[in-house]
């Protein structure tokens, strides 16, 4: 049961946290664009001029207007409306993909860290096996054998990510378990299990929490990546699907710059928020890099 001086501490860590944060100017700049764009997503229904799949609003690729600000597609759907429903997808998968790496990564590095021996050599060998590997080829490569759905993107955009955190976790618990208060745990007769959850894992989720944000980025990326080659879900639309309707229906080969340019910069914005949001989190979690 959590008691009121727990509740406090929690409350003064969260107050301290967010203090520092705020003078971080990129940090702050990228919360504001996360805001954005997760109000955009969450009220897209009621945002967006047209419905998803509502056909034949204007001329095929019609210039940007008062009534089609970001013009047209070649189906004569409005873009902005694409758009807008694109930031769900967009979201949705970088989110999960990141989240499920993270988990993923983390536990491997927990694990593989803390136990050492036979069972590092092992875990450490299949982490390296998958670093080695070119990431843009086995994306690919795993996209295309798994087929395009929603699903299968989060499920290959997991498998390439998480050896990078795995690493990074595994190299902080080698560091934290020789500390002095994890022998004062093992003497005491702390299980390995018990020694993991209360004493080795909160020190490690901040530097998991800001592989995470930072995994999220990539997330993106790699659907847009994915989308445009024609291996996403045709079945929801998405800033990186988007990039290849317009590619595919000649857009790009005659300077329709409307049909490119909005899920583009959408893709850039995104990216960047959660970038800058990430490694200020890191400046304020690390004490190492923390500047005040």
């Not at 024609?230 to 595919?248: E, V």
């Not at 949001?277 to 005040?292: C, I, Q, S, T």
């Amino acid at each position: 049961m959590l008691t009121k001086s727990y509740i406090h501490s929690i409350l003064r860590r969260f107050a301290r946290t967010w203090y520092q944060f705020r003078r971080n100017r990129l940090g702050i700049v990228g919360l504001y664009i996360l805001l954005f764009f997760f109000t955009i997503a969450l009220i897209a229904d009621y945002l967006a001029p047209y419905g998803e799949w509502e056909l034949r609003v204007g001329r095929p690729f019609e210039r940007p207007s008062s009534n089609h600000p970001f013009g047209t597609d070649e189906l004569g759907r409005d873009l902005l409306s694409l758009v807008i429903y694109g930031t769900r997808i967009s979201l949705l998968v970088g989110i999960i993909a990141a989240l499920f790496s993270a988990c993923l990564g983390g536990l491997i590095g927990l694990i593989s860290g803390y136990i050492g021996g036979l069972l590092d050599d092992l875990l450490m060998r299949v982490t390296d096996s998958f670093l080695v590997i070119p990431t843009i080829v086995l994306t690919i490569i795993l996209a295309a054998l798994l087929g395009p759905s929603l699903i299968n993107i989060i499920l290959v955009i997991t498998i390439v990510s998480w050896p990078p955190i795995a690493r990074v976790i595994r190299s902080q618990v080698l560091s934290i378990k020789e500390r002095a208060y994890i022998e004062a745990a093992r003497a005491i007769g702390c299980s390995p299990l018990e020694i993991i959850l209360k004493h080795i894992l909160p020190n490690v989720v901040p530097l998991l929490v800001v592989n995470m944000i930072i995994q999220v980025s990539n997330a993106i990326l790699a659907e847009a990546a994915l989308s445009f080659l024609g291996l996403g879900d045709p079945h929801h639309t998405s800033w990186g699907m988007l990039l290849h309707y317009a590619w595919s229906s000649g857009a790009l080969a005659a300077g329709y710059w409307w049909y490119v340019m909005p899920p583009g910069l959408c893709i850039l914005l995104l990216v960047l928020a959660f970038v800058f949001v990430g490694y200020a989190l890191d400046e304020v979690l690390n004490p190492r890099l923390r500047r005040y």
